[in-house]
């Protein structure tokens, strides 16, 4: 971080000091964007399930009367991604859950977590798939709307969640 700012009167007899916890390497001083790994149990088929999915900052928003806005959505992971656990499949985006492809989520002075909300599509077990397994996907934070943003964030302080749609047949 910058050292402080002293200011003072040409005299020398007054004077104050202002801190910039924002100036330096303001990158270390942002709050980590993430969004949390979570598991979902599914419903029969025909039985959509609206969850929250929370979005937590490491540390409380603290600038004020400048809110923090970040952008996230759902994707799918591809069969053999590394995210996969070896008991899980990747979800299906329109079968298993309804993408989210695009959603703000905004903190304000004091804030540390925020929801947003995916649809989980209820399902069956079925004779082409009799043993269907837990499915992932994932939630994303893919951008940050703050003026501050080209000053404090960076592309290392977001990271994605693991969503994980429990098997229940």
Same mark, same amino acid.
């Not at 007054?14 to 980590?32: K, M, N, R, W, Y």
């Not at 400048?66 to 994707?75: K, N, Q, W």
């Not at 599509?121 to 080209?150: H, N, S, W």
């Given at each position: 971080?910058?050292?402080?700012l ?7 007899? &007054? ?17 980590? &964007?993430? !969004?949390?790994?979570?598991? $979902? ?7 959509? /399930? ?12 603290a600038? %004020? ?20 656990? %070896? ?14 492809s695009?959603?703000? &989520?905004?903190?304000?002075e004091?804030? !540390? ?5 995916v649809? !989980? ?11 269907e397994?837990?499915e ?7 951008? !940050? ?7 404090? $964030?960076?592309?290392? /302080?977001?990271?994605?969640?693991k ?6 047949d």
């Amino acid at each position: 971080h910058a050292g402080p700012l002293v200011v003072s009167d040409p005299t020398g007899q &007054v004077s104050f000091q202002v801190e910039f916890p924002l100036l330096g390497d303001a990158s270390a001083c942002a709050p980590h &964007v993430y !969004i949390v790994d979570q598991a $979902f149990r599914e419903k029969d088929e025909g039985q959509n /399930t609206s969850r929250n999915v929370t979005v937590r900052l490491t540390e409380p928003w603290a600038i %004020p009367d400048d809110d923090l806005t970040v952008t996230v959505r759902t994707t799918q992971v591809g069969a053999g991604s590394t995210i996969l656990d %070896p008991d899980e499949d990747p979800a299906t985006a329109g079968v298993d859950y309804v993408t989210v492809s695009s959603r703000n &989520v905004t903190f304000g002075e004091g804030d !540390i977590s925020k929801t947003f909300t995916v649809e !989980i599509i209820g399902d069956k077990e079925t004779a082409a798939d009799p043993d269907e397994r837990d499915e992932a996907f994932l939630g994303e934070v893919t951008d !940050i709307d703050d003026d501050l943003e080209r000053q404090v $964030f960076t592309h290392s /302080t977001l990271s994605d969640g693991k969503l994980v749609i429990l098997d229940d047949d």
